[in-house]
């Protein structure tokens, strides 16, 4: 049994610009939240999976295939406020892990994989996943969030932009000279620091890469990055869904 208690909250907003009702996209007879829901609850660290919704029509369906789901406001602005409320009507949980709604295809692997330091060590407040790129096209690609770390695995900075800078180099040769790491919106914390986090106010950092992680740090904390070889995929568009279709078809 785990020392600690551990519960994932999945965000699900119906009301997403560019592919509005994201979690109910059909995804091979499933909605998108019934696979990421499904895929959560393989953790073998993870001792409940709840949702945490500001729409009827996804707790709905949610507890139609049997899972539970927690009603937010539809006034709370991101995904981590959303899991902090739900949080707070589930007292037992010391450890919350956020699981993004959009990521039907994520290996239950990555998800032990940050939560574990957490429960090694007590000390580390808030994880994450990152992973090594291997491709021009993720580097540039702006969409894809880019983190440089420090000798201890923390993060010293989140961008939407390469990082490093290779200076001397063609930007053809940066992945040759230096290791880059994408960064996965999957985020481990405390309860204590889950709270605190969410009444931190924007930082300046924060609003110009619309990147919330950067508030943690440029409020002097520290976010331990766990690097994985898995990867994921991000559903924000249409195209994406396709795309996780293909996959999700290929794996039945």
């Known amino acids: 049994m785990n020392p600690v208690r551990v519960i994932a909250i999945i965000p699900a907003r119906y009301g997403s610009q560019r592919l509005p009702a994201k979690p109910l996209a059909d995804i091979c007879g499933k909605p998108m ?12 660290l993870v001792n409940a999976v709840f949702v945490a919704t500001d729409d009827e029509r996804i707790a709905t369906v949610v507890q139609k295939f049997g899972g539970q789901a927690v009603m937010t406001p ?28 959009d990521e039907p295809v994520i290996e239950p692997t990555m998800i032990d ?7 090694r060590d007590s000390s580390i407040q808030v994880g994450t996943l990152v992973r090594k790129i291997e491709s021009a096209a993720e ?29 001397d180099l063609q930007q053809n040769e940066w992945l040759k000279s230096h290791t880059y790491y994408k960064h996965f919106g ?34 002097g904390y520290k976010i331990h990055c766990t690097v994985t ?18 996959i999700v078809a290929g794996n039945t």
Not at 75 to 101: E, K, W
Not at 148 to 166: A, K, M, T, W
Not at 231 to 246: I, M
């Open 33 to 44: 939240v019934q696979h990421v829901y499904e895929r959560t609850a393989k953790a073998k």
């Open 74 to 101: 539809a006034s709370l602005q991101t995904g981590t406020d959303r899991i902090a409320y739900a949080a707070r009507s589930l007292p037992s949980a010391d450890i919350i892990v956020n699981v993004q709604g």
């Open 113 to 119: 994989e940050a939560v574990a330091p957490l429960v």
């Open 139 to 167: 580097l540039t690609n702006p969409g894809i969030v880019k983190v440089v770390l420090d000798h201890e695995g923390n993060g010293l900075y989140f961008s939407r932009s390469p990082i490093p800078f290779g200076r």
């Open 186 to 219: 999957l985020y481990v914390f405390r309860r204590e620091f889950l709270n605190k986090f969410t009444q931190m106010k924007q930082t300046p950092l924060e609003e110009a890469e619309k990147l919330e992680q950067l508030r943690i740090l440029e409020n």
């Open 229 to 246: 070889t898995f990867d994921s995929v991000t559903v924000d568009t249409q195209e994406d869904l396709e795309r996780v279709r293909r």
